[in-house]
């Protein structure tokens, strides 16, 4: 892989790179064309990695289909995919690095998840490493994802670009994930209230303090067959927490939830 793409940018080509875990929906397209428009050869790497999840049962079942995935990259004209083994990405045994960075990790997906961005942080630096690629593409749905991603590029001092992709919705607007088959039907109809309830609590930021705005969108969780796990106003920047906000700065809630036993999680910049 890596001697065939730096030959490519030995002769000036431009590298874009795209890593996903498959089941492939019109969320990954997004990023895959985006990737186009700005690159001579865009690279999509498929690969369910084991150190980031937390939940076996989560791992066993995540949705694998290769064909498709294969079948949905040609249709679009992605230039390269990547398929690694789990021996390719973790030749030397099936464990994570250590890193810090700098408290992020440890909110929100960090907290309910622990060892969740080690992984994340682990495969994604082998991958940049296997690709070079010269911009990456990564979805703003997983935004605390995309925070993990540009700390490990300091991290690491890798030099090229990251770029954020807005969330893809379906029509009811539930964010697109690979997660989302495996919902039932009675679970398919409440989930577009999780971001029926974001807009909402946008809404109310206009003229509601952030604790109040909280406890009316935790209430009306609570009324749903939804299971809450959390849902919190953030500093975009630090992700910390905010229980006020500050002239100049930005905020997005983040939530996460339980329909069944399927985790959903989506965000959305308030103010």
Do not use: W
């Not at 001697?3 to 080509?13: M, R, S």
């Not at 849902?231 to 339980?258: M, P, W």
């Amino acid at each position: 892989m890596l001697p065939y793409i730096l030959e490519q940018k030995k002769n000036g080509k431009k590298i874009g790179f795209v890593p996903t875990m498959g089941a492939l929906h019109k969320g990954h397209l997004s990023l895959i064309e985006a990737s186009q428009k700005e690159n001579d050869l865009t690279v999509c790497s498929i690969f369910v990695n084991p150190t980031q999840f937390n939940n076996p049962e989560d791992l066993e079942k995540y949705p694998r289909n290769d064909k498709e995935d294969i079948e949905k990259l040609e249709a679009i004209g992605c230039d390269i995919l990547y398929l690694p083994t789990a021996e390719d990405v973790y030749p030397g045994g099936m464990h994570s690095s250590e890193f810090d960075f700098g408290g992020i990790e440890n909110q929100m997906e960090g907290e309910c998840r622990p060892g969740h961005f080690n992984g994340v942080a682990t495969v994604v630096n082998r991958l940049f490493r296997v690709t070079s690629p010269d911009a990456a593409y990564f979805g703003e749905k997983d935004y605390q994802q995309l925070a993990i991603v540009r700390k490990l590029m300091e991290i690491e001092n890798f030099g090229f670009k990251l770029v954020g992709i807005p969330t893809f919705r379906e029509k009811d607007g539930l964010a697109m994930s690979s997660r989302n088959v495996r919902l039932s039907p009675e679970f398919r109809a409440e989930a577009p209230k999780i971001y029926q309830f974001l807009l909402k609590a946008k809404d109310l930021c206009q003229n509601q303090d952030f604790k109040t705005v909280q406890k009316t969108i935790q209430e009306d969780f609570s009324k749903t067959e939804l299971q809450l796990e959390y849902f919190k106003i953030c500093d975009q920047n630090t992700l910390v927490e905010a229980t006020s906000r500050e002239e100049g700065k930005n905020y997005r809630a983040f939530v996460a939830v339980f329909a069944g036993k399927i985790r959903l999680i989506d965000n959305l910049q308030i103010c």
